[in-house]
């Protein structure tokens, strides 16, 4: 996993780049592990979870990205998926999450 902080449009904004997919067996790793991340960067306004290399997404992994983005409301901050792949499109557009934050497919943001 890779993390970046970065001041995007005036925004301090946390680059979360799990490059693992969201399913059971990593869940707990990855929740910890982001969790810590926004707890640890008070400063950034903005969670950009940077999707590009996740394939797969069960149920868990949905439920770990809502509990992401009630982390980051719970934080004042907002969410966005950026660079997500077919199936975790077609996953995320089954589940409706692009009614709860931002969800842009990897053709949208570029490789």
Not at 54 to 61: K, N
Request: net charge negative; with cysteine; aromatic share 8%.
């Amino acid at each position: 996993m890779k993390i970046k902080t970065s001041l995007e449009d005036g925004i301090q904004t946390l680059r979360i780049i799990p490059e693992t997919d969201f399913v059971a067996s990593r869940i707990d790793d990855l929740k910890k592990y982001c969790w810590e991340m926004v707890d640890g960067h008070p400063d950034a306004a903005h969670i950009v979870l940077d999707a590009c290399g996740v394939d797969l997404m069960d149920s868990l992994g949905v439920n770990f990205i809502v509990g992401l983005f009630r982390k980051a409301e719970a934080s004042h901050k907002t969410l966005e998926i950026v660079r997500a792949e077919k199936n975790f499109m077609e996953v995320a557009c089954f589940f409706r999450l692009g009614s709860l934050f931002p969800i842009h497919a990897r053709e949208e943001t570029g490789p």
